[in-house]
């Protein structure tokens, strides 16, 4: 089971870059890294999807070490409107064997962003 | 394009009291979940679809059950509510089992 661990939370001002950084220790081989975020009285929506190295979209880049054991992602320029909470997942959807573990959301990481 | 519609926003039940949610997708896509999230919380898995026909088991199943007759379409049911499942559930669908999941905008249940 790759369990994820992020800080709990997390405060910035506009205009900085903000880096929120996932453990996973334990991730498999064919695991993928994603990042979704959550506003209140919403669900959560998708950001980014890696598997290693540095990706990067419209709206954040997320970069993953050789060893794959944590992620960054990646915040440029945030504003009052990405305070948020994010939520790393690690891993494939479905395992040999049955079980659907790519699907633990955690606690996730709860961004304050100030003017 | 309305992307994961979930039926209804809001209820209130009594204990005891059985109701289905409602959760429709027109993205055609074969993997379908329900989650519950509870306050300070992340999102815990019930049950999913890996296509029409099929359901199974996730995180937090006991006290749901769950049917996927048509692709489009994904349902949670409670056949008798307890306050322990006073919560906010989310839908959400994704095209393969690698692929991003999309959403509903959640449905806040509260059992009295």
């Known amino acids: 089971l790759a369990k994820t661990t992020q800080p709990i939370s997390m405060d910035s001002y506009e205009g900085q870059e903000v880096n929120i950084t996932c453990s996973h220790n334990n991730i498999a081989t064919n695991d993928y890294i994603t990042w979704y975020q959550q506003f209140p009285s919403q669900g959560p929506r998708f950001i980014i999807q890696?598997?290693?190295t540095k990706v990067t979209n419209e709206v954040a880049s997320l970069f993953i070490p050789a060893d794959r054991k944590s992620s960054t992602l990646s915040l440029p320029r945030v504003s009052l409107s990405d305070t948020a909470v994010y939520y790393c997942?690690?891993?494939?959807?479905?395992?040999?064997?049955?079980?659907?573990?790519?699907?633990?959301f955690g606690k996730g990481t709860h961004l304050i962003i100030q003017p | 394009n309305a992307g994961v519609t979930q039926t209804p926003k809001f209820r209130v039940l009594k204990t005891g009291q059985s109701m289905t949610l409602l959760c429709a997708q027109d993205m055609n896509h074969e993997y379908m979940y329900w989650y519950r999230q509870d306050p300070g919380m992340g999102l815990r898995l019930i049950h999913y679809s890996v296509g029409e026909g099929t359901t199974a088991k996730g995180e937090v199943p006991d006290g749901y059950n769950v049917s996927r007759l048509k692709k489009q379409n994904f349902l949670l049911g409670l056949e008798s509510a307890a306050p322990s499942q006073t919560s906010v559930y989310f839908c959400?669908?994704?095209?393969?089992?690698?692929?991003?999941?999309?959403f509903g905008d959640g449905t806040r249940l509260s059992i009295l």
């Open positions: 959400a669908s994704s095209l393969r089992r690698d692929q991003p999941q999309h």
């Open positions: 997942l690690v891993g494939d959807v479905f395992k040999r064997g049955g079980g659907a573990d790519g699907l633990t």
């Open positions: 890696g598997y290693k």
